[in-house]
């Protein structure tokens, strides 16, 4: 399919931030191969808005911040399971910097996510408390932008809860797939994929 943009469509590009690149501290496997076309994706649309995992050092999502766990053990929260992860996207970081190959000037918003030290946010609308909204929702009504497309890291985390979030909020919510790429930690991208299905995400 060939995506013609119109004016109440935007680009959500999904945290394309250094830590998850080859070499970053939550490398996502191949997660360079969303360069192109993320570029590409961006030549097209006429609105442009990025998120940015953006964490406190002592956040709860750091397996570094609970005595004994490692990395991808999950540990239940007020809120539910969390996977704890490795400390990534440090607020002020190289690691929390977009990838230098991102062109993130023709960006309207840049949203940050993740900076409450008690609760992680897969999603860019709701953090994971499902109850703490990040405004994006509002910002993108505001505006008239009504059909979202969605790019970037990680397919089956931030990608899929941002994904699912906007199509039970009334977006129309499609989801790119060549321009994602997933972590896949013991079966998440299917079970990403089967929940975004069920939730009426479209792939493109
Ligand atoms: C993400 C795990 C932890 C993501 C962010 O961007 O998908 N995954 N923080
Ligand atoms: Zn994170």
Redesign the pocket.
């Known amino acids: 399919m060939t995506i013609r943009p119109d004016d109440t469509d935007v680009l959500l590009v999904?945290?394309v931030?250094n830590d998850?690149l080859p070499g970053g501290a939550?490398a996502?496997p191949d997660g360079d191969a969303v360069l192109e076309p993320v570029a590409a994706l961006s030549a097209v649309f006429r609105h442009i808005v990025v998120?940015q995992?953006w964490?406190p050092a002592d956040h709860v999502?750091f397996a570094s911040n609970h005595f004994g766990r490692s990395p991808f053990d999950t540990v239940t929260l007020p809120y539910g399971e969390q996977?704890l992860?490795p400390d990534?996207?440090i607020a002020g970081t190289r690691g929390a910097e977009f990838s230098p190959a991102l062109d993130a000037s023709g960006a309207q918003l840049v949203l940050r996510k993740?900076y409450h030290r008690m609760v992680?946010?897969?999603s860019a609308f709701r953090e994971a408390d499902r109850r703490t909204q990040t405004g994006l929702a509002g910002y993108l009504r505001e505006r008239g932008l009504r059909r979202i497309f969605f790019a970037?890291?990680?397919?089956?985390?931030?990608?899929?809860?941002s994904a699912i979030d906007a199509a039970e909020l009334g977006f129309e919510s499609h989801v790119v797939l060549e321009a994602c790429r997933g972590?896949d930690a013991a079966g998440s991208l299917d079970r990403a994929m089967r929940t975004m299905a069920t939730a009426g995400v479209r792939f493109v």
């Open positions: 999904i945290d931030q998850f939550l996502v998120t995992d964490h999502s996977v992860w990534h996207c993740g992680d946010s897969y970037g890291l990680a397919t089956d985390f931030c990608v899929a809860w972590i």
